[in-house]
């Protein structure tokens, strides 16, 4: 079955504590991305990668970083969590130019 | 950066009625314009799709409108079902394919 898939769903953590949210996806797709989705600000995002070693900032990237070392995955990574990045994440792949498909998100809680 | 808005923060509607949701942008340059739904407690489900080469795509019970002129992207969803309560999106994409946009989302609501 063609999907986006994160990990984990949901997770509680403390501020300062490192943590990364794996996305990974199976339809061989070059654009990845990761988004944010707050109340009243619908969805942001965060980091793109349009290809292998190739990532890019988004609206909201302070905060966050990124990696794509295979095609298949988009780690997010929070090197220093704050409560201000209490959110739901969405990861999101497809090709270059065309329509995304998301993961089932991310809802992060930073205390 | 680019402004995707949504005219209407919710929209109740009888069943069996259809159902107009609308949203404007600010870029001219953008040329690819994507609508979404979001169920509760699921990501973005793409529902169609338009570029800006064409002023009307019809899906099955959907059809999205573009008018370039007044910047303004519309998906009509014909004999809205109770399946279809969620929270509707547009997303806008950049000339070069690479940032995606997204409107503040509309609520739908569909009374049975």
């Known amino acids: 079955e063609a999907q986006v898939t994160q990990n984990p769903r949901y997770l509680i953590t403390v501020t300062g504590k490192k943590l990364t949210v794996t996305c990974s996806q199976n339809?061989?797709?070059?654009?990845m991305s990761w988004y944010r989705q707050d109340p009243g600000l619908g969805l942001r995002q965060i980091y793109y990668s349009m290809n292998v070693e190739v990532t890019d900032k988004g609206d909201v990237p302070e905060g966050y970083k990124v990696s794509r070392k295979e095609k298949r995955n988009f780690p997010l990574i929070l090197e220093s969590p704050s409560p201000n990045q209490t959110s739901l994440y969405f990861c999101?792949?497809?090709?270059?130019?065309?329509?995304?498909?998301f993961g089932p998100g991310t809802r992060l809680t930073v205390l | 950066g680019e402004s995707v808005g949504l005219h209407l923060p919710t929209l109740s509607v009888q069943e069996g009625d259809n159902s107009i949701i609308n949203c404007a942008y600010s870029?001219?340059?953008?040329?690819?314009f994507i609508w979404y739904k979001q169920e509760s407690g699921k990501g973005p489900q793409f529902i169609i799709d338009i570029r800006s080469n064409m002023d009307k795509r019809q899906g099955q019970r959907v059809t999205v409108l573009l008018n370039k002129t007044v910047k303004h992207l519309s998906l009509q969803i014909a004999a809205t079902q109770p399946g279809d309560s969620a929270v509707y999106f547009c997303?806008?994409?950049?000339?070069?394919?690479?940032?995606?946009?997204f409107g503040t989302g509309t609520s739908l609501t569909v009374i049975p």
């Open positions: 339809m061989n797709h070059e654009y």
């Open positions: 870029n001219s340059a953008s040329d690819y």
């Open positions: 997303a806008e994409n950049t000339i070069t394919g690479n940032q995606f946009y």
């Open positions: 999101a792949s497809g090709r270059a130019g065309d329509t995304q498909y």
